[in-house]
């Protein structure tokens, strides 16, 4: 069941992290092209190959495919984040076929138009001191381990994936906060510059909101979500959940194959 989109919105995808859902995202861009694919930043994990090195076959299978769909009739645009800020220098420059830009619009085939960048832009409005960065900090690594820890026992028992990381932080009233936040300062950017909307990723909550006439887009992760933002040739933003489109996928083939 492949499905062909005008753009396609992928960040966050953390290769070199243990939390990175390197499998899922393979099985994805598998299933969908598209005629643009923007990488909203965050993925490379530098800062946490910098402490700990680990690059397993599907992480690199993942990097594999998208520097072959560069080469191909995709159009792979680079938007580096805070993660994989190295890269920002190349700013304005190429690597390789795929062009690096720290932010860029994008217009839609409704003519909509939309500010893409990653969104570690906005980090100084949801002020955070010190102390609550680090304990946030420290406190976002237990919630991955508990979800790594939970998925395993899920996949023993054969269960799918569910993300309880992303289950827990909807249930914090700070971090709710500190999304509005967010949000708030991303469409006043947008507003600002005379824009339609803004889509971006960092903080790993995929959601597609109207704030003050001003579309905000969130693609999400490949940490906690498996999400992506896909646009359609009728100029249409929809938000994918990969782990249920799958589940479609995989209900529609065992179907076929009962049928037949």
Partial sequence: MH?????????DIHLGSPDC??????????????????????????WYMQKQFKWPEAHNAVFHK???????????????GNHDRPLQRYDGLSIGD??????????????????VLHGDQFDEHVTLGKFEAWLGDKGYDLLLWLNRSYNRIRHMRKASYWSLAGYIKGHIK?????IHRYKV???????????????????????????DGITYCNDGDWVENCSLLCENQEGELM?????KQRQTIDSHSAYTESAA
């Fill in 3 to 11: 499905q062909h989109y005008r753009a396609i919105f992928i960040s």
């Fill in 21 to 46: 859902k390197a499998e899922y995202l393979l099985e994805c861009l598998n299933q969908f092209t598209c005629d643009k694919l923007y990488l909203v930043g965050d993925i490379i994990d530098l």
């Fill in 66 to 80: 998208l520097i072959e769909l560069s080469h191909g009739p995709t159009q792979v645009i680079y938007l580096p």
């Fill in 98 to 115: 795929i062009p690096v830009q720290r932010d860029i619009v994008h217009t839609t085939a409704a003519g909509k138009q939309f500010l």
């Fill in 174 to 178: 700070g971090a709710n906060a500190a």
């Fill in 185 to 211: 300062a991303a469409c006043q950017d947008a507003s600002k510059r005379g824009l339609d909307g803004v889509i971006c990723g960092h903080i790993h909550h995929p959601e597609y909101d109207e704030i």
């Fill in 239 to 243: 938000l994918v959940d990969w782990i």
